[in-house]
């Protein structure tokens, strides 16, 4: 008897895989029955569907690229404080010292990644017309992820507290100011008044709600990161599990009728 | 020593690491064409010749080139294969300036629908990849254009572009066969193979490939290229000029054309919904699920003109091309912030009533009755709120009778609306830039007593 045939006949191999290795046409079908990552797929599917050439994998590479996010995001937290005291030089050490700190350069060029997947992912969706019935409602909820992942990045800009940091936030952040009736300078934000007074101001407006401050600062910067490492990765998440859902029970990978 | 080197020897050796790239895919590409490309009857005399013996003599071209950089040691200023400047010039004059680097991007838009028979087939598509590389290539030996394109926020988007131009090479190819097939009534490339196949291993297999490879890529863009880390933040010190997050640079660049609250608030807005809107208000129910344009000409032309053009376009321009005081510069040309450009914009208020008719423009006077100021500012203002209020509500009826009443009866009036309300909203953008180029217009409508400006 092999190794590996005692591996997986003992009692804890066989605790975890239930079923036999896949190498026959039933057990193939099984472990993606009962395993937990795996079922996220159906048993079988159209080959055209899942060629490579036709679904160009943008939307199996973007959920890659969020794991790897949420991965190198979870180990750069041990190291990086949100404070303006420390938050640069965290980032600096990350560069200069710390030796996973190839993990900052994987965060952030995944990062760009992601934002490139999810347009050219949407591009393919357009361009094979599969956001046609019955997946519209997938769709929407595709552009919804697309702007969750802008703001995940838009966040994730802010953090290394550096000039490109701050200024890109700031230039970005000042179209808030400009909102319709709830920004400071916007259009019609004299409306909202009691007795003459403005309630919108600097100190209560739209960009004051982003930011928590008239400027970038210490403030937005602890907004910032709960929003980029909490907040937005857990809407992301309950997204995602619906889009995939819906994959599923819209007919799986869209395919001429 | 010059600060400023066009070419040092680091330059040259990377830029000989990629001709040789280049010459290992195009030897690739010989045995490819050799396979597949048949024979020329005669050539120079000599009888039955490969075609593939010029794709083997380009590629042999390459290795030349990549060796004589690759062997360069010192004296860097002598070498010579570099951009001559007077290709420099002409190529910074046509960039910098906004009407002709539109009017390059609608050429190339164009271009992609009209000839995508011709520029789709393998080898015309090749032969532009080829040019594309080695444009940048000999690009790279100019000092101002390795600053920009070799800054490491501003690879992703290099890398962008391949894959964008990749992707709609793809798309284009695969239509190019399908409707082909659908006018000779066979069945589609994807009906092929409709056969089920069990995802373990036929999917699962292929994620597990695509992860690795992922990983891999990864791994060496981490190790090649530090992440940017500028100065620490200082709130006093503005850089000249602050960029929004390279994602966002279309929408910073419609900040030259539109206020703040339109280029920033309406107008992402209308495209988020415009986008979510798509599939309700696409009623063509053929291209479901497969490769195919001329079954849904409308839809992809206006798509790729909102992705190609004015998305993707305007990323690389607010990228590469905007500069210091957001200016326009040139590939090739340094970022001089005292580079001046005179604007001297007007508003459609001021061209009526001090052009036309060379009037005083009507002023609300702040102690005169709310009405009273209302009265002015609508007096100056009026032309300028009819012709919005028409753009946006007499041109959709308009159409519906015209040239879209097929999508009219078809839509309904609800779909209809919404998809011509889009469509205006897009049309705003180019509009507003014709009209800034040509009259020097700056707001259609100017009301700065309300902040509220179009």
């Known amino acids: ?257 | 020593m010059n600060p400023h080197p066009d070419l040092t020897v680091g330059v040259i050796h990377g830029l000989g690491w990629l001709y040789l790239l280049l010459f290992f895919m195009n030897l690739g590409w010989a045995v490819h064409s050799f396979k597949k490309d048949g024979h020329h009857e005669s050539l120079f005399g000599v009888k039955h010749v490969p075609k593939a013996v010029w794709w083997a003599a380009y590629a042999f071209m390459l290795l030349m080139l990549s060796t004589a950089h690759l062997f360069v040691d010192s004296d860097a200023d002598e070498f010579l294969i570099m951009l001559p400047v007077w290709f420099k010039n002409i190529a910074d004059a046509v960039i910098a300036n906004p009407i002709s680097f539109f009017l390059i991007s609608l050429v190339i838009y164009a271009a992609i629908i009209i000839l995508r028979d011709w520029w789709v087939k393998p080898t015309v598509a090749w032969v532009l990849f080829n040019l594309s590389v080695l444009f940048i290539g000999i690009s790279m030996t100019d000092f101002d254009f390795r600053q920009i394109v070799g800054k490491p926020d501003n690879v992703p988007i290099l890398g962008m572009l391949y894959l964008v131009g990749y992707t709609t090479w793809l798309y284009f190819y695969k239509s190019k066969e399908n409707d082909k097939r659908i006018a000779e009534g066979r069945p589609l490339l994807e009906k092929e193979q409709s056969d089920q196949v069990l995802v373990w291993p036929d999917l699962v297999y292929t994620e597990m490939i695509c992860m690795i490879l992922l990983t891999a890529l990864l791994i060496v863009w981490g190790v090649a290229l530090q992440a940017p880390l500028e100065e620490p933040a200082s709130a006093v010190k503005t850089p000249n000029p602050s960029k929004a997050p390279w994602y966002f640079l279309g929408l910073q660049e419609m900040l030259v054309y539109f206020d703040p609250w339109m280029a920033g608030v309406v107008l992402p807005s209308v495209i988020l919904g415009g986008l979510m809107a798509i599939p309700y208000i696409d009623f063509n129910t053929k291209g479901n699920g497969y490769y195919t344009f001329n079954e849904r000409k409308f839809a992809v032309s206006t798509f790729l003109f909102g992705f190609l053009p004015l998305w993707v376009g305007m990323i690389v321009l607010g990228t590469f091309i905007r500069g210091p005081n957001w200016n326009m510069f040139g590939l090739y040309e340094y970022w001089d912030v005292h580079k001046l450009e005179v604007l001297n914009n007007k508003n459609l208020s001021d061209f009526l009533w001090l052009d036309a008719l060379a009037l005083p423009l009507p002023k609300p006077d702040p102690t005169s009755s709310a009405l009273a100021q209302l009265g002015a500012i609508l007096q100056r203002e009026g032309l300028g709120l009819i012709l919005v209020v028409l753009y946006l509500f007499a041109i959709p009826p308009l159409l519906a009778i015209t040239i879209f009443k097929k999508f009219f009866i078809k839509m309904g009036f609800v779909r209809f609306m919404v998809l011509a309300n889009l469509f205006l909203f897009m049309a705003s953008l180019p509009l507003k830039m014709v009209l800034r180029w040509t009259f020097n217009l700056k707001y259609i409508v100017s009301i700065p007593e309300w902040v509220f400006n179009i």
């Open chain 1, 1 to 257: 008897m092999s190794v590996t045939d005692y591996i997986r006949k003992s009692q804890i191999w066989r605790s975890i895989f239930r079923h036999p290795a896949p190498y026959d046409r039933r057990n193939r079908a099984v472990v993606v029955l009962t395993n937990f990552f795996l079922h996220l797929h159906p048993v079988s599917a159209k080959k055209g569907g899942i060629a490579l050439s036709y679904t160009w994998c943008m939307g199996g590479i973007t959920f890659f690229l969020f794991l790897v996010e949420a991965l190198t995001g979870v180990l750069l937290m041990f190291y990086y404080r949100p404070t303006l005291e420390w938050a640069f030089t965290d980032i600096r050490a990350l560069r200069d010292v710390n030796t996973l700190g190839i993990m900052r350069e994987i965060h952030r060029w995944g990062a760009h990644a992601m934002v490139i997947t999810v347009w050219l992912h949407m591009y393919r969706v357009f361009l094979t017309g599969s956001y046609k019935p019955p997946r519209e409602f997938n769709w929407v909820v595709g552009v919804l992820l697309l702007v969750l992942t802008l703001l995940l990045s838009f966040t994730g800009y802010l953090l290394p507290w550096d000039q490109l940091a701050i200024w890109a936030i700031t230039v970005g952040s000042n179209m808030a100011k400009a909102t319709p009736v709830l920004g400071a300078e916007g259009p019609g934000f004299q409306l909202l008044n009691v007795g003459g007074y403005d309630l919108i101001t600097t100190a209560s407006d739209a960009r004051f709600l982003l930011l928590g401050a008239r400027t970038v600062g210490e403030e937005t910067l602890n907004r910032f990161y709960i929003l980029h490492c909490v907040a937005i990765p857990i809407v992301v998440s309950g997204l995602i599990a619906i889009h995939f859902w819906r994959v599923r029970k819209d007919g799986g990978i869209s395919q001429p009728l």
